[in-house]
């Protein structure tokens, strides 16, 4: 599959094709690592609970008293907090017990999944070993390249918030500690830098899948691979060993947010793919989005100060009310 991309790999990636407004949860591949973003994405809401007790209560505590640990910087305009920890690398242990036994960390948003425990740090080894990385243990003797970019961050990200699809230039290994994170995540990847600073199609029928990440999960992102994140209400705080780094693509005719091409089997049932032909994915919210046919497979509300939006039924629990 890899091969099949290999021609979208094989050039530069051309910067000038990128959105310059857009503010993801870490920093854009950019020679000037000062350069300032900014973000006009609008929450995509849903009513999806995780296991943790009244999370709205608890994010509303936090955004009144973020965490300035190590002189983190509050919530940026896309509602994502960037704690980056001084741990190397190699410290997965010194960094498991670190978050478990901080209580006072992030309070308001505990209790937080235990990392420390034999049982996960061995998933998060494993998840490490899928990259085709070799072993974690074997990196770090190795003081292997990849580790030596690597870092570890908490990221805390504000429920109900969308990121444009992106590309990182290294490998990822995250831990879900409180939440839930949603991604649309390319069934077809590309192996190397894209060409074009777009959503590469392979032409399968399906191009993408719906992941729930929740609490307690492990998972990771090969090299350059391309995906989707949002939020929904239960918000998300994940540690993460990544470069920090990444390229918006743009997804211009909302390809990944196409019902038909959704790999999950009821999305063709419970979408009308009408209703996001007008997504515009290069670092912006739905707009333009019309009223559907079919009154089952969304439904609309309104906010104060917010048009009428629809959201597919696949993504909310029946009868919940819906901006996207």
Not at 49 to 62: E, G, Q, T
Not at 142 to 148: D, G
Not at 201 to 211: A, I, W
Request: aromatic share 8%.
């Amino acid at each position: 599959m890899g091969g099949h991309l290999s021609k979208l790999g094989s050039q530069a990636l051309q910067r000038d094709a990128l959105p310059s407004d857009s503010e993801a949860y870490c920093l854009p591949c950019d020679p000037d690592p000062d350069r300032e973003t900014s973000s006009r994405l609008e929450p995509l809401v849903g009513r999806e609970k995780s296991v943790v007790d009244d999370h709205s209560l608890a994010w509303a505590r936090y955004k009144n008293a973020p965490s300035t640990y190590g002189g983190a910087a509050p919530f940026n305009s896309a509602g994502v907090q960037r704690i980056d920890l001084s741990f190397g690398a190699m410290e997965l242990e010194a960094v498991a017990g670190w978050i478990d036994g901080k209580d006072d960390f992030c309070a308001p948003l505990h209790p937080f999944h235990r990392l420390g425990l034999p049982d996960r740090l061995e998933a998060w080894r494993a998840q490490f070993a899928s990259l085709d990385l070799g072993t974690y243990e074997e990196a770090c003797a190795e003081s292997s390249a990849h580790l030596a970019s690597l870092r570890w961050t908490i990221l805390i990200i504000q429920p109900n918030r969308f990121f444009p699809a992106h590309q990182h230039p290294n490998v990822e290994v995250e831990f879900v500690l409180r939440g839930a994170l949603y991604e649309n995540r390319l069934l077809l990847q590309p192996d190397a830098p894209l060409a074009e600073a777009s959503v590469p199609d392979g032409g399968f029928p399906r191009l993408f899948r719906v992941q729930k990440h929740v609490g307690g999960d492990f998972f990771s992102n090969p090299r350059y691979s391309v995906h989707q994140s949002y939020t929904m209400d239960e918000g998300v705080v994940l540690l993460v060993l990544w470069t920090g780094r990444h390229v918006n693509i743009a997804d211009r005719d909302g390809a990944l947010w196409e019902p038909g091409r959704c790999q999950n089997p009821t999305c063709p049932l419970e979408c009308d793919a009408e209703t996001f032909e007008n997504f515009v994915g290069l670092g912006g919210a739905p707009v333009g989005i019309r009223k559907q046919k079919s009154t089952n497979s969304a439904q609309t509300s309104r906010l104060p100060g917010e048009g009428t939006r629809l959201v597919p039924s696949w993504l909310k629990d029946e009868g919940t009310r819906t901006i996207g």
